[in-house]
Nanobody
Framework: QVQLVESGGGLVQAGGSLRLSCAAS????????MGWFRQAPAKEREFVAT????????YYADSVKGRFTISRDNAKNTVYLQMNSLKPEDTAVYYC?????????????????WGQGTQVTVSS
């Protein structure tokens, strides 16, 4: 099993920035692609970004492209989501996820492990 713990959420004004972190522990964190998803109240969980095991390949939802950056530090077993130019519509609980594949996917069902989430609130 892999345990994932997100941190870095909070309240920020529109136009501001936050950096989310996702720390992995448990079995060896090796060869796994990672993803970030989010879920706003009364909405389904949606894809935000994914990164391959090597970090060389990333993919973003159109709604965050150019504003968010996913990265990882495998030596620290940590994945990051840098969020800039935040908008009120970015308000959601953000979830980190890992999958037993070196390649990421935008599909929610493609992930094997999930964190508990961290709240991000963007005020207008």
């Amino acid at each position: 099993q892999v345990q994932l713990v997100e941190s870095g959420g909070g309240l920020v004004q529109a136009g501001g920035s936050l950096r989310l972190s996702c720390a992995a522990s448990g079995r060896t964190f090796s060869g796994q692609a990672m993803g970030w998803f989010r879920q706003a109240p009364a909405k389904e969980r949606e894809f935000v970004a994914t990164i391959s095991w090597t970090g060389r390949n990333t993919y973003y939802a159109d709604s965050v492209k150019g504003r968010f950056t996913i990265s990882r530090d495998n030596a620290k077993n940590t994945v990051y989501l840098q969020m800039n130019s935040l908008k009120p519509e970015d308000t959601a609980v953000y979830y980190c996820a890992a999958r037993d594949s070196t390649w990421g996917t935008f599909e929610l069902k493609g992930y094997d492990y999930w964190g508990q989430g961290t709240q991000v609130t963007v005020s207008s």
